[in-house]
């Protein structure tokens, strides 16, 4: 029973207070600033700049002291990404998963919108404390070789729009206003034409 109390973990929610969509329930240790996780009976441990089964495999040869049957289990509790820009459903999501590409994320997000730029997708990613911009284009096989295909915790995928937006925009603008824009010009030009006189 104590083993057991020792190593019962906390819930994540299903959504954060800033609105993050999570997708499933997990359980976990948090890992600090320093990337550093504390386990009870082994102490801290590593975790910054380890890969997942690195990680696994160091937890598992400490444990067996104790527990020669355990079985370890590591995966990203907090591996969020943003999808932000021509997206059907823009936001910050938790990944319940270990690996996650951008066309699952597209997907994730609700696709794209019809003005979505396919062609130019940023993707923003902070390493060693700077930020690095990566576009890449969804519609071309070289997609599959970027280094940013697969997402990593943190990522940002901003999606551009497409110019015809912009008109749009403006052309909805237009519509809206002409009822008073057009008066207002015709009143300027007649105004215009008595000075002239």
Do not use: C, W
């Amino acid at each position: 029973p104590e083993t057991v109390t020792a190593f019962q973990l906390q819930k994540q929610g299903s959504e954060g207070s800033s609105g993050e969509r999570a997708l499933g329930q997990q359980e976990g240790y948090r890992v600090d600033e320093s990337g550093k996780v504390y386990l009870p009976f082994i102490g801290e441990v590593q975790a910054a700049g380890k890969t997942v089964m690195e990680l696994r495999q160091e937890i598992s040869m400490k444990l067996i002291a104790f527990f020669p049957d355990a079985t370890v289990q590591v995966r990203f509790l907090n591996f969020r990404v943003t999808l932000i820009g021509e997206v059907a459903r823009p936001n910050a999501y938790i990944i319940p998963n270990e690996q996650l590409n951008i066309l699952e994320a597209i997907g994730m997000a609700g696709d794209f919108t019809p003005y979505a730029r396919r062609n130019s997708v940023m993707v923003m990613r902070e390493r060693n404390h700077q930020r690095e911009f990566v576009r890449v284009n969804t519609q071309d096989t070289t997609l599959f070789k970027s280094p940013v295909f697969y997402l990593k915790p943190n990522d940002i995928v901003y999606v551009e729009p497409l110019k015809a937006k912009q008109y749009a925009t403006q052309g909805d603008f237009l519509s809206r206003y002409s009822p008073i824009f057009f008066p207002l010009v015709t009143l300027a030009t007649f105004v215009l034409g008595l000075s002239v006189r």
